[in-house]
């Protein structure tokens, strides 16, 4: 099945600082990668996706960055608050299954310190 | 409303009980989806309906049953439960199940704990 390694497990930065957030896949067939910021006690919300024939997408201060070729990609978030401290997921679509299926890393938890 | 509502917020069962939860969404999503997550985990999915069938089971336990009424609810029912199952269980909706993948709304979750 698909593997999907997060890194790293926790990252502590000062405000206004950058944080990056890397995955790494194991299936070829993988066609969809969102990120999900999950605040405690809160659900996990889509932040930014990015589909496998894009190599690069922004939003703001977030950005998405994909290397099919090398099977990883990184969240790239700027000029970071402290509103951004949560728990951070990647995610990989299982391509060719017909169906929604989603396989989660494994989390960063961020902490911006003001 | 894109909102995903869960019932109940926070549930505590022993392991002789039947319970269920429930989840709803008015979005006029096609797919629905159970997650379940223990502490610092990531959620871990258990089942997919799409247009209200059944489409994918994780090799769930066979004392968690999954039911798809119509197109916006979607139950889970809990009998003889084991204290490893407590966990956060999320529901999430999509527009569709696609095989391209897109956005899941996930609920707040239901806190479960089995004594």
């Known amino acids: 099945g698909e593997n999907v390694e997060q890194h790293p497990s926790t990252l502590s930065v000062q405000e206004g600082d950058s944080a990056v957030i890397k995955c790494t896949y194991s299936d070829s067939a993988s066609n969809y990668f969102p990120w999900y910021k999950q605040e405690l006690g809160k659900r996990p919300q889509l932040i930014i996706d990015?589909?496998?024939?894009?190599g690069e997408k922004k939003d703001q201060r977030i950005a998405v960055t994909l290397n099919k070729t090398a099977k990883h990609f990184s969240l790239h978030i700027t000029e970071t608050q402290p509103e951004d401290s949560a728990v951070y997921f990647c995610a990989v679509h299982l391509g060719g299954t017909g169906f929604q299926k989603l396989v989660f890393g494994t989390g960063t938890r961020l902490l911006v310190s003001p | 409303d894109t909102e995903v509502t869960q019932t109940p917020k926070h549930l505590v069962m022993g392991m002789t009980n039947k319970k269920s939860l429930k989840c709803e969404q008015h979005?006029?999503?096609?797919?629905m989806y159970w997650y379940k997550q223990k502490a610092k985990k990531p959620p871990e999915l258990m089942f997919v309906y799409s247009y209200e069938k059944l489409s994918i089971n994780e090799s769930v336990p066979s004392r968690f049953s999954p039911e798809c009424p119509n197109s916006s609810l979607l139950n889970l029912h809990l009998h003889a439960l084991q204290p490893e199952d407590s966990a956060l269980y999320l529901c999430?909706?999509?527009?569709?199940?696609?095989?391209?993948?897109?956005?899941?709304?996930f609920g707040e979750g239901s806190r479960l704990t089995v004594l």
């Open positions: 999430a909706s999509s527009q569709e199940a696609s095989g391209s993948g897109g956005e899941l709304f």
């Open positions: 990015i589909r496998s024939n894009v």
């Open positions: 979005m006029g999503h096609r797919a």
